[in-house]
């Protein structure tokens, strides 16, 4: 009954039009901040997802490093076994290290990564490749894929593939790079560049494992750790395997735990773009309460009725509260299908287009989820409770001064 009261009172007409206009102008400003709180959320759902691609192409699906050291030693037995277990479909051996990468009178420090030619099957960086291909060498004739950021750094991509440059590392006597006397300096050919984001095309360059052992002066079976490429659904099992084989003296971490930091940030910024647009929300709900109170008073005749007929004060606070919900769902739900149909839009046309050419879409990205819609239409409810408490007090106080 309450409801159906509500209702009535939000749909049927009033003495003074302007009451009905200024309903509708709350309704369509929650649908509005609603628009924009789905829109914007789903916009950071879009990036993080492309961020998390980018993150998931580079990593392997499990690592393998050791806990207390830059490398380890693992045995032949120790790595066959590893491959054997069952869910691995393929794996690597890592070696990882800094070195001075030299072109001429250009200079990079970069982090080689040395990996087998299974490699392709773990990590997509060939995916990524910009020129060239992903041909890693051998320790004769060593070959590297370069970042595009260290490239432009070194002047190379004004120049063909196939130039040799020098490679400086620290030996294992020595402990400074400015040393000479402490490098091992070696010659490399460069067969490809890739681009997938920022943070590694001006970090990272790859080549094959026997060579940055042999650069980094390790002792033959001595890594910097395995990563593997794994069917996901036995990643409990394999992790445990590899701990049974390898011993406690090694951290194994999935995609996520390699990259907690950035997952925990990236979910950080969304609900801290959540709150603050929820503030906005907050104060377009002050148009709910003015159109509400104006309701109450043009209901006065309505509230000496109900009274009349044994209603108590509890009931007309109750169906103005209604009323406030109502009103607040409708502009929820206008403001849902609104951005609904513009992410719609921007999925498959692109309306919207990102500036320069640095990054790996040119559009916007968005990815609606149902989640945001469920908290998003409950904490426009919420408010609209909020917003409604007073002018429904209000009407159950003039009801209770008629009695």
């Known amino acids: 009954m309450h409801s159906l009261f509500a209702w009535r009172y939000f749909r049927g007409k009033y003495a003074f039009q302007a009451i009905q206009i200024i309903a509708w102008v709350s309704v369509f400003a929650i649908a509005l901040g609603t628009a924009a709180l789905i829109t914007v ?112 750094r070194l002047g190379l991509f004004q120049d063909p593939l196939g130039d040799t440059m020098q490679l400086y590392a620290v030996n294992r006597s020595g402990k400074s790079i400015a040393q000479l006397d402490q490098l091992n300096t070696l010659s490399v050919v460069q067969s490809g560049a890739f681009s997938i984001q920022q943070e590694f095309d001006e970090q990272y360059i790859f080549t094959n494992d026997g060579f940055a052992q042999y650069l980094f002066d390790l002792i033959p079976n001595e890594i910097s750790g395995i990563e593997l490429s794994i069917d996901l659904k036995y990643e409990k099992q394999i992790t445990a395997s590899i701990k049974s084989i390898l011993g ?68 007309i606070q109750k169906i103005f509260l209604l009323l406030s919900g109502i009103m607040a769902f409708i502009g929820a739900l206008i403001g849902g299908l609104l951005s609904s149909l513009f992410c719609w839009l921007q999925l498959k046309y692109h309306l919207i287009k990102l500036e320069g050419n640095s990054f790996v879409i040119d559009y916007y990205p968005v990815k609606p989820m149902l989640i945001d819609y469920i908290a998003i239409i409950s904490l426009v409810l919420f408010i609209s409770i909020l917003a409604g408490w007073i002018p429904a007090k209000r009407a159950a106080d003039s009801f209770q001064e008629k009695i």
């Open 41 to 152: 959320l789903s916009v950071s759902n879009g990036f993080t997802e492309v961020v998390k691609g980018l993150y998931s192409d580079f990593y392997a699906d499990i690592s393998v490093t050791p806990n207390n050291a830059k490398f380890i030693k693992i045995t032949d037995a120790q790595y066959q076994a590893v491959e054997k277990i069952t869910g691995v479909k393929s794996l690597s051996k890592v070696v990882i290290s800094k070195a001075l990468l030299v072109k001429g009178n250009q200079q990079s420090v970069v982090t080689v990564k040395g990996v087998a030619p299974s490699y392709i099957n773990i990590n997509k960086v060939s995916n990524y490749l910009k020129r060239g291909e992903f041909d890693l060498g051998n320790i004769a004739s060593p070959k590297i894929i370069i970042g595009i950021g260290v490239e432009q």
């Open 248 to 315: 406690s003296g090694v951290q194994v971490q999935n995609k996520y735990q390699q990259n907690i930091d950035l997952y925990k940030i990236m979910q950080t910024e969304k609900w801290i773009i959540f709150f603050i647009l929820a503030l906005i929300m907050i104060v377009a709900s002050f148009n709910l309460v003015g159109a509400l109170t104006m309701l109450v008073l043009e209901k006065q005749k309505d509230i000496h009725v109900l009274q009349a007929m044994g209603a108590q004060s509890w009931d």
